[in-house]
C-alpha cells in the first residue's frame, strides 16, 4: 500500500513558477513510475509528466515540455514537479500517481493517487 500526499499548489500570475511535491509512504519499486496528472473542471484528467524514483527516465506532455520539470528523491521518498512559465490554461488540480510499470501517459497505469493540489495562474 502505498499513500500519496500532494503540497504546493496555490495561485499565481501567468509566467509564474510554482512547485509542486509528492511525499509518498508505504511500499515503492526504484524503477517503477510516478505520474502527474491535471484535471481541469470540465475536462479529462490528462497526463502531464512521469519519471522513475531513480530519475533516470521522464516523459512529459507536450503541452508542458520545456516549461515543467519532473524529479524525485529517494532519501525524502518525494517526487517533484517544478512548473515555470505558467499560463492560464495550466489551472487545473494536479494529482501525483504511483506504480505504474508502462503506459506510464495513461491514468490507468497507476495504482495510487494523491488527494490533489489546485494550481490556478491568472492572467
Known amino acids: 500500500q502505498v499513500h500519496l500526499a500532494e503540497s504546493g499548489g496555490g495561485l499565481v500570475q501567468a509566467g509564474g513558477s510554482l512547485r509542486l511535491s509528492c511525499a509518498a509512504s508505504g511500499r515503492t519499486f526504484s524503477n517503477r513510475y510516478m505520474g502527474w496528472f491535471r484535471q481541469a473542471p470540465g475536462k479529462e484528467r490528462e497526463f502531464v509528466a512521469a519519471?522513475?524514483?531513480?530519475?533516470?527516465?521522464?516523459y512529459y506532455a507536450e503541452s508542458v515540455k520545456g516549461r515543467f520539470t519532473a524529479s524525485s528523491d529517494n532519501a525524502k521518498n518525494t517526487v517533484y514537479l517544478q512548473m515555470n512559465s505558467l499560463k492560464p490554461e495550466d489551472t487545473a488540480v494536479y494529482y501525483c500517481?504511483?506504480?505504474?510499470?508502462?503506459?506510464?501517459?495513461?491514468?490507468?497505469?497507476?495504482?495510487?493517487w494523491g488527494q490533489g493540489t489546485q494550481v490556478t495562474v491568472s492572467s
Open positions: 519519471i522513475t524514483w531513480s530519475g533516470g527516465i521522464t
Open positions: 500517481a504511483a506504480e505504474a510499470w508502462s503506459g506510464v501517459r495513461g491514468p490507468d497505469a497507476y495504482d495510487y
